[in-house]
């Protein structure tokens, strides 16, 4: 639906004469990636309202959404899949906020430190449809440990006074870090299998 969508924009764009047909794929990405963001925020901000946790999961939308620009992780085939893993991933998270009394300690510091862990061992995983070159590979590298630290930072500032908040950072930043480790678990079972 949102490829075929971005599509018709396109040509629509090329038919007017707005953009050239040279640069139509552009376009395509472009709309697709608009898009894509416009239905994850839709189902971020109907899902707290059904669940009455908008702040809560906008809050693990933000540090999300920033993390994830530069750690790259596991990306889907189609876009409907990817809605449907980001709709899995947010409702976990708010199950998580609303049960957030039987959140250890233990398990809030194991998030924080193995999401600290990947982050460093693997940030950035690239896109295969939007490859990076070497030093945006060392600038998003950068970028990814310096916002993880800052995060782990203020996740372990927040944990006596705002638990839920601190808890909802440490779910966003073990969910990226997550989403890093498949992506390098399925490449490296992919140049296995190649290999064999």
Not at 58 to 63: G, H, L
Not at 108 to 135: C, D, H, Q, R
Not at 169 to 179: D, T
Request: aromatic share 12%; proline share 1%.
């Amino acid at each position: 639906m949102i490829t075929r969508l971005a599509n018709i924009i396109a040509d629509f764009f090329v038919e007017k004469s707005v953009i050239d047909l040279k640069e139509r794929e552009i376009y395509v990405y472009g709309c697709e990636a608009i898009f894509s963001a416009l239905v994850n925020l839709a189902i971020v901000i109907v899902s707290g309202l059904i669940m009455h946790e908008l702040v809560n999961i906008s809050i693990f939308y933000f540090v999300f959404l920033a993390m994830r620009k530069y750690c790259g992780g596991y990306h889907a085939k189609t876009h409907l899949k990817c809605n449907l893993i980001f709709t899995f991933n947010v409702l976990m998270v708010i199950l998580f906020i609303k049960n957030i009394s039987v959140v250890s300690t233990t398990f809030y510091i194991m998030a924080v430190a193995t999401s600290n862990i990947l982050v460093f061992w693997l940030a950035p995983i690239e896109n295969e449809n939007k490859p990076l070159g070497n030093s945006e590979i060392e600038k998003y590298r950068k970028i990814a440990i310096i916002l993880s630290f800052i995060f782990t930072v203020i996740t372990v500032l927040l944990i006596s006074f705002y638990k839920t908040v601190s808890i909802i950072i440490a779910l966003a930043l073990l969910s990226v870090s997550l989403a890093m480790l498949i992506t390098r678990l399925m490449k490296e079972v992919e140049v296995n299998r190649n290999a064999d």
